[in-house]
């Protein structure tokens, strides 16, 4: 079943990168489970983020990014607290 531009899930149910085949997920449960994750500060996240997080908010926030473990693909960015897990709400059953 294709998920997205990138990822697809497979016959024994593991989400893969749709460009290398790659096992991002073991299961929809969990589709990023494998994935690479880089963490920064939220202003690396281009010129459209221009006032400090600071004046918003008293918690720390952070640009994540994750990427298929087999080409490098991106396939998801957010802005969330950096105290918060990884794709809170993520699943795909």
């Known amino acids: 079943m294709i998920i997205d531009i990138n990822l697809e899930t497979g016959g024994d149910g593991a989400v893969c990168c749709r460009h290398c085949g790659a096992q991002v997920g073991a299961s929809p449960q969990q589709p990023m489970s494998q994935a690479l994750v ?3 500060a939220a202003a690396n996240a281009g010129p459209g983020i221009k006032e400090d997080p600071a004046l918003f908010t008293d918690r720390t926030m952070a640009l994540r990014q994750s990427f298929c473990p087999g080409c490098l693909t991106a396939l998801a960015t957010e802005i969330v607290p950096a105290d918060e897990p990884n ?3 993520w699943a795909l059953a």
Do not use: D, F
């Open 87 to 89: 794709y809170r709400k």
């Open 38 to 40: 880089r963490t920064s």
